[in-house]
C-alpha cells in the first residue's frame, strides 16, 4: 500500500504546476486562438444545454455553419463518455482542466505498468512514466487546445499494456479483447490518433507473436493467436460504431473528403525545428514543439550506441527515427503517395507523429535508466556519443552571445540542461554518487527540465476575458437578437464561437475541420470570399482574420437564405444592400433588411409567406404553416431528416442544393421535421452487443 501511495504521488508531480490555473483556460503563448475555445467549449456547452434544457441527446447542432450533424463530428465530443466530466459535471474551465490532467496521470500510470510488463525496475519503469506524461509536446497541444488529441494519446501505453497482457500464455479471457476494446476508445477519444496508434499496437502485436518464447507452438495454435490478433480492430470499429458509421457517412459530403496530398502535408516539421531536440520551443507553435528532454535524449542515445541495449530495443529506436522522418512530411520523397492512401488521406499535420517520438523515447528512458541501474560497467566509451551535444549547444548559445550580445533563454536552456544530464550519466555509470542520491538527482533533473518548459507553455485567461461579454458589439447583438432570431455572418471573425455559444448566437460562418461540400460552395459565392484550397474556416482566411477579406463584397440577398440578419465585420462594408447599425467599439454592424424568415411558404417565384409559429430542437422542428406552396426551411440538407404534414409522411427535398424544403397541400397543416439518422441507430445497436458481449465474457470468468 505505502509502495502505491507513492507511485501516485511521483506521477502527481509533474502535473501540481497545473493546479494554480485550473481554474482558467490555456492559451498558447504564441497563438490567441485555442481549439479548446473554437470547438470543444461551445460543444460542450451545446452538449449540456441539448441534455438539460431540451432533454434529449443533440444529433443536430445550429451553432456554427448554419447547422451540421453534431452526432457524426469527431470534435463533438457526444460519444466519448469519460469526456463529460469535462462537459457536464463542472464549471468550465475547470472540468476540462480536470479531464485533461486525469487524463494525464491514467497516461502516465498506464506507461508504468507498460514498462512494469517488460520487466522494468520500479524506478527505471517510473522515470519512463514521468518523461511520458510530462512530456513537453503534449503541454503545447493542451495549451493550443487540442484536449481531445490529448485524451486518445493518453491512451497508447494502455493499448501496449493489453496487446502485452493478451499475448500472454493463460491469461484471462477478458483479457483477450482488451487492445479491441482500448482502440475503440482511442477512436471515440479522437479518430485523428487512430491510425498511427493502431499502426504502433499492429507491429507491436504482431511481433510478439513473431518472437513467441513457445517454439513448439503449433500451427494451429499460432493461427488461433493470429486471428486474435486481427479480432481487435472488429472489436474496436464495433464500440466505436456510434461515431465511425456516422462519419462515414458524413466524410463523402464534406470538403474534408476532397483532400489533396499537398493539402495533408501542409503542417510538416520543418528540419530546421529539429534543433529543438536540443533546445526548447519555449511557448512555441505546439506543432514544431519536439523538445523530449535532455535526459530522455541521452536515454535514446545511449540505446543506439550500446551493443546490448540496441540489440534490446531496436524496434523502439526503429519506430522514434520513422516517427522523426514522418514529421517532415513534404520533404521526404514518396509522402505524397503515402497520405493518399485510405485513412490517411483524411488526416493532417505529420508533425504529430512526433508524439510517437516522444513516446517510443520515453521507453528508451525506462530501458536505459534500467540498464545504467543496474549494469556497472557499460564496456563501452560513451563519450563519443553524448559528449558532442552539450558541447555543440554551449558553442551555438555562446556564439549568439557574441554576435548578439545576448542569447534567447531556450538556447540557455538546452545548454544547462544537456550538460547536466550527461553528468549525471557519468555519474552513475561511474559511481560517483551513492546510488540513491544519483536516483534522486536524476529524478529532480528530469522533473526540472520537463516541468520548467511546461510552465512556459501557456499563457492562462479566466472565462470572463476570453468571453468577452463586455464587448459594445456583444452586447448590442445579444438584445438586437431578443428581438427577432437570426443567424450572424462574419468575413473577420468578429464574433468568436466560443462567445456566440455562450450567448447562444447562430452562426452562418464558422470554424469546422468539416463542412458540408454544399454549404461551402453555396456560402462562396454569397459571401464574396473563395478557397484555393482545402480550409477549416468559413470564409477561408489569407492570412490575418481581422483584414484578409476586407475586399471581399457579400451578395446580401444570398446570405438572406439561411437567415442572416447582421454582418459583423472588423471593417467597414460597401454593400447597398445593407442598413448600417453603428460602429461598436473596432467592429461595424449591418442588418440585411433582405434576410428571409427561419420558415417560409413559397406561393409562386414571386410571393413567399412567412411563417410565424415554429418551435426549434436539436433532433426535432416543428412548424405551423398555411399552404399550398413549398415549405423551406432555412436549415441545411441533410440525410436522416424525415418530415411529416400532419402526421402523415412527406418527403423532404433541397431547396437550391442546400437547404430543406415539403411541398403543402391547400390549409393549415403541422409539419414536423424530425431527424433520425439510420447510421447512428445502426452503430448505436452494435456497440450495445460488444458491450453485452464482453460483460457476459467478464462475468463467465469472475464466476
Not at 517454439?215 to 493467436?225: D, G, N
Not at 552571445?401 to 544530464?421: K, Y
Not at 554518487?433 to 536516483?439: A, E, F, N, Q, T
Amino acid at each position: 500500500m505505502k509502495r502505491r501511495l507513492l507511485l501516485i504521488l511521483a506521477l502527481a508531480l509533474p502535473l501540481l504546476i497545473y493546479l494554480p490555473t485550473i481554474n482558467q483556460f490555456a492559451l498558447s503563448a504564441s497563438s490567441t486562438y485555442s481549439d479548446l475555445l473554437i470547438s470543444h467549449y461551445p460543444n460542450a456547452l451545446f452538449l449540456a444545454r441539448g441534455l438539460t434544457q431540451w432533454h434529449v441527446i443533440p444529433l443536430w447542432s445550429n451553432t456554427i455553419l448554419s447547422g451540421y450533424p453534431f452526432f457524426a463530428n469527431p470534435l463533438s465530443g457526444l460519444w466519448y463518455f469519460p469526456g463529460w466530466l469535462a462537459l457536464i459535471s463542472l464549471p468550465q474551465p475547470w472540468g476540462f482542466n480536470l479531464t485533461v490532467l486525469i487524463h494525464l496521470f491514467a497516461g502516465g500510470l498506464g506507461f508504468f505498468l507498460f514498462m512494469r510488463q517488460r520487466n522494468c525496475s520500479t524506478t527505471a519503469a517510473l522515470l519512463g512514466a514521468l518523461a511520458f506524461e510530462a512530456m513537453p509536446k503534449l503541454a503545447a497541444h493542451w495549451a493550443a487546445g487540442h484536449v481531445t488529441l490529448i485524451y486518445a494519446i493518453c491512451w497508447t501505453p494502455w493499448l501496449l499494456w493489453a496487446e502485452q497482457k493478451r499475448s500472454t500464455q493463460n491469461t484471462p479471457r477478458i483479457y483477450r479483447f482488451l487492445p479491441g476494446v482500448i482502440l475503440g476508445m482511442i477512436a471515440l477519444a479522437d479518430v485523428r490518433w487512430l491510425p498511427l496508434a493502431g499502426s504502433v499496437w499492429g507491429i507491436y502485436g504482431l511481433a510478439g507473436l513473431l518472437r513467441s518464447p513457445n517454439k513448439a507452438i503449433k500451427t494451429r495454435q499460432w493461427l488461433s493467436l493470429f486471428l486474435q490478433l486481427i479480432l481487435q480492430p472488429v472489436i474496436a470499429f464495433l464500440i466505436a460504431a456510434p461515431l465511425l458509421l456516422p462519419m462515414l457517412e458524413y466524410i463523402p459530403l464534406t470538403t474534408r473528403h476532397a483532400l489533396n496530398p499537398s493539402d495533408g502535408l501542409a503542417i510538416s516539421l520543418p528540419p530546421a525545428k529539429l534543433l529543438g531536440l536540443l533546445m526548447p520551443e519555449l511557448g512555441g507553435y505546439a506543432e514544431w514543439v519536439v523538445y523530449p528532454g535532455a535526459l530522455v535524449l541521452f536515454m535514446v542515445i545511449l540505446n543506439l550506441a550500446s551493443p546490448t541495449l540496441r540489440q534490446k530495443n531496436w524496434g523502439w529506436l526503429v519506430l522514434s527515427a520513422i516517427s522523426l522522418i514522418f514529421s517532415l512530411g513534404e520533404l521526404i520523397p514518396g509522402m505524397d503517395w503515402l497520405v493518399s492512401l485510405p485513412g490517411l488521406n483524411l488526416l493532417r499535420a505529420p508533425s504529430r507523429a512526433m508524439f510517437l517520438f516522444g513516446f517510443s523515447a520515453a521507453v528508451l528512458t525506462s530501458a536505459g535508466m534500467d540498464w545504467l541501474i543496474h549494469e556497472p560497467k557499460w564496456g563501452f566509451d560513451p563519450a563519443f556519443f553524448m559528449t558532442p551535444f552539450p558541447v555543440f549547444s554551449i558553442l551555438l548559445a555562446g556564439g549568439l552571445w557574441f554576435v548578439n550580445h545576448e542569447v534567447a533563454l531556450n538556447f540557455i536552456w538546452g545548454a544547462v540542461a544537456l550538460t547536466l544530464a550527461l553528468i549525471l550519466v557519468f555519474a552513475g555509470e561511474r559511481q560517483w554518487l551513492p546510488r540513491r542520491v544519483w536516483l534522486a538527482a536524476v529524478m529532480i533533473l528530469l522533473l526540472g527540465d520537463l516541468v520548467g518548459v511546461n510552465a512556459q507553455a501557456a499563457t492562462h485567461q479566466d472565462l470572463s476575458t476570453v468571453l468577452n461579454l463586455k464587448d459594445p458589439a456583444a452586447e448590442y447583438l445579444t438584445f438586437a437578437l431578443s428581438q427577432s432570431s437570426g443567424r450572424l455572418y462574419s468575413p473577420s471573425y468578429s464574433v468568436q464561437q466560443q462567445t456566440a455559444a455562450y450567448l447562444g448566437f447562430e452562426l452562418a460562418d464558422g470554424v469546422d475541420p468539416m463542412q458540408l461540400t454544399a454549404y461551402s460552395d453555396y456560402m462562396e459565392g454569397a459571401t464574396g470570399v473563395s478557397s484555393a484550397g482545402y480550409s477549416v474556416t468559413l470564409p477561408a482566411f489569407d492570412g490575418d482574420p481581422q483584414t484578409a477579406n476586407r475586399l471581399a463584397v457579400p451578395n446580401a440577398r444570398e446570405l438572406g437564405w439561411f437567415n442572416i440578419q447582421y454582418i459583423v465585420a472588423a471593417y467597414p462594408l460597401d454593400v447597398p444592400d445593407l442598413e448600417f447599425q453603428g460602429q461598436f467599439g473596432y467592429t461595424y454592424i449591418y442588418s440585411n433588411p433582405l434576410a428571409r424568415p427561419r420558415a417560409w411558404v413559397e406561393v409562386d417565384q414571386n410571393t413567399i409567406r412567412s411563417v410565424e409559429q415554429m418551435t426549434w430542437s436539436p433532433n426535432r422542428i416543428s412548424v405551423e404553416a398555411e399552404g399550398p406552396g413549398l415549405l423551406v426551411l432555412s436549415e441545411q440538407y441533410y440525410p436522416g431528416w424525415i418530415a411529416a404534414i400532419d402526421s402523415l409522411p412527406a418527403q423532404i427535398k433541397p431547396v437550391s442544393g442546400t437547404l430543406r424544403g415539403v411541398e403543402l397541400p391547400p390549409g393549415a397543416h403541422t409539419v414536423e421535421f424530425c431527424f433520425r439518422p439510420l447510421s447512428v441507430y445502426i452503430g448505436l445497436a452494435l456497440s450495445l452487443v460488444i458491450w453485452i458481449s464482453l460483460a457476459v465474457i467478464g462475468l463467465k470468468r469472475s464466476k
